[in-house]
């Protein structure tokens, strides 16, 4: 639901057309350096931009894996299968460890980290199973400026980062998405459900359940930016402050507060601030 002007990502594109050029070719001088390669693929807007850059680039050669997990919205799993499948790019899909992981349900600062060296560590063992050698993911130079612990278990386990060596932000990522037509140009950011319940509160298959299932509720109402952050029994939803007059209409309302206590949730309240990345 959230509003763009036509124009202004045109207008933003020939205003910087030649840093954007400059950018471009850096990152197909990247990729043509491999000569095959696999994308960690979310199906979020950066691994869906380098899934598809590579793929014109290098063809069969490029391979998409990704994760199944608890922690994984299966609306987002369903949209990367659909979208690799719509591009014919191989697509490998495994369950991942996380959730067995004590270190990591414990939910310390650290869970990012031992998420992604897990991750990466399956997805190594892939690799060496099918002869693929290289490995990367979507981290652009917008990430460099959060906190992200998993950085650090890609960099220590030689992934690679060509949106990052490239020089692309978030920003850069979209327009350059959009000029490709790909449908995820305006996709909303999506971290994974761990990120809705505040570190040092223990992770429960249970709490990421209901996380899920609220907030395609919510979606499914036509709300396209969502987190239901989770405080015990509270559910704070996090939505774009444009919706605010929108979801507070009365049957919209009521409907999102009965559903959601039906799945377990004793209040539901709306963030005033709206939807903040990287928010708790």
């Keep these: 639901m959230r509003k763009t002007c036509p124009h202004s990502s045109k207008r933003l594109w020939l205003n910087n057309y030649d840093r954007f050029k400059r950018k471009k070719k850096r990152l197909i001088s990247i990729i043509n350096s491999f000569d095959s390669l696999i994308v960690a693929f979310s199906g979020g807007v950066d691994s869906a931009f380098l899934l598809a850059f590579t793929h014109k680039l290098l063809k069969k050669n490029v391979v998409a894996i990704s994760a199944t997990s608890p922690i994984h919205p299966s609306r987002e799993t369903e949209y990367s299968k659909k979208f690799a499948d719509n591009l014919g790019i191989k697509h ?3 369950k991942s460890r996380e959730i067995n992981h004590s270190g990591f349900m414990s939910n310390k600062k650290n869970r990012c980290y031992i998420c992604k060296k897990l991750l990466f560590e399956d997805i190594l063992k892939i690799s060496s199973n099918i002869g693929l050698k290289y490995i990367s993911h979507g981290a652009n130079v917008t990430d460099l400026n959060d906190f992200r612990p998993g950085l650090l278990a890609a960099k220590e386990m030689g992934i690679i980062a060509p949106l990052i060596d490239a020089g692309l932000t978030k920003n850069d990522i979209r327009l350059l998405s959009k000029d490709m ?11 994974c459900l761990a990120t809705r319940i505040p570190y040092e509160t ?3 298959q249970k709490k990421l359940s209901m996380i899920e299932k609220a907030e395609n509720i919510i979606i ?5 930016t969502c987190r239901v952050r989770c405080h015990g029994k509270i559910a704070r939803i996090e939505i774009d402050p444009v ?12 409907v999102i507060s009965n559903k959601l206590k039906a799945l377990g949730f004793s ?4 963030d ?8 708790r």
């Design 202 to 204: 223990p992770l429960t």
């Design 243 to 254: 919706d605010f007059k929108q979801i507070l209409k009365k049957n919209i309302r009521l």
């Design 92 to 94: 490998i899909l495994f």
């Design 220 to 224: 499914d109402l036509g709300f396209k």
């Design 181 to 191: 037509n790909l449908s995820t140009w305006d996709k909303p950011a999506m971290a």
């Design 272 to 279: 005033m601030e709206g939807y903040v990345s990287g928010g």
């Design 267 to 270: 209040y539901v309240a709306l």
